[in-house]
């Protein structure tokens, strides 16, 4: 079976990241509620009965759909269970490219997928007739740093001393000739 020729796949079940066991992060409007996540937190979920793709699908907060890869690998179609599953929030490199980015909520869900051939053999997620998973949030950690030396549209000499506010763990800065 695959597809609408299948019947309809469940929804998996989402299980972190959690701020404690008995508050799941459904509501933004609750932030104490919504974990904030860092590059090496995880999204995990228990994979759907007989799912063979996850779809894993995380949200700005406007709600366009920021992840690239649309289907991960997630188990055997042929298993009833297929057990926990997870995604490293690194590998989500939109969460991580831009300042902006950073302090921000964010949701994220999970759809199940069917495995069908594609062209050349190649097997290709096939998501419909799924039922997707509740959506959870979660919040990026981090401001982006105040920059005090040099000051705004100021010019400095070589050597340069840069100075900064901020709490992260470390930074990343671009030195360029012009504007």
Same mark, same amino acid.
């Given at each position: 079976?695959?597809?609408?020729?299948? =019947? &309809?796949? !469940? #929804?998996?079940?989402?299980?972190? @990241?959690? +701020?404690? %066991?008995?508050?799941? =992060? &459904?509501? !933004? #409007?609750?932030?104490?509620?919504? @974990?904030? +996540?860092? %590059?090496?937190?995880?999204?995990?979920?228990?994979?759907?009965?007989?799912?063979?793709?996850?779809?894993?699908?995380?949200?700005?907060?406007?709600?366009?759909?920021?992840?690239?890869?649309?289907?991960?690998?997630?188990?055997?179609?042929?298993?009833?269970?297929?057990?926990?599953?997870?995604?490293?929030?690194?590998?989500?490199?939109?969460?991580?490219?831009?300042?902006?980015?950073?302090?921000?909520?964010?949701?994220?869900?999970?759809?199940?997928?069917?495995?069908?051939?594609?062209?050349?053999?190649?097997?290709?997620?096939?998501?419909?007739?799924?039922?997707?998973?509740?959506?959870?949030?979660?919040?990026?950690?981090?401001?982006?740093?105040?920059?005090?030396?040099?000051?705004?549209?100021?010019?400095?000499?070589?050597?340069?001393?840069?100075?900064?506010?901020?709490?992260?763990?470390?930074?990343?800065?671009?030195?360029?000739?012009?504007?």
């Amino acid at each position: 079976f695959t597809g609408n020729s299948a =019947p &309809k796949l !469940p #929804a998996p079940k989402l299980l972190g @990241p959690l +701020v404690d %066991k008995d508050t799941p =992060p &459904k509501d !933004p #409007a609750v932030l104490k509620n919504i @974990p904030p +996540v860092s %590059k090496s937190d995880i999204l995990s979920w228990s994979g759907g009965t007989c799912a063979y793709f996850s779809r894993i699908n995380v949200f700005n907060e406007v709600g366009t759909r920021i992840t690239e890869d649309d289907c991960l690998f997630s188990g055997s179609a042929f298993t009833k269970e297929i057990g926990d599953e997870t995604l490293l929030l690194e590998t989500v490199e939109r969460l991580w490219d831009q300042a902006g980015d950073l302090d921000k909520t964010y949701s994220w869900s999970v759809t199940p997928c069917w495995n069908s051939m594609g062209p050349s053999f190649i097997y290709a997620p096939d998501c419909t007739n799924t039922t997707d998973s509740e959506k959870w949030y979660f919040h990026t950690a981090g401001k982006p740093p105040t920059l005090t030396a040099p000051t705004n549209n100021s010019s400095t000499k070589i050597p340069i001393l840069l100075s900064w506010q901020g709490n992260g763990a470390s930074y990343r800065y671009q030195v360029s000739k012009d504007a």
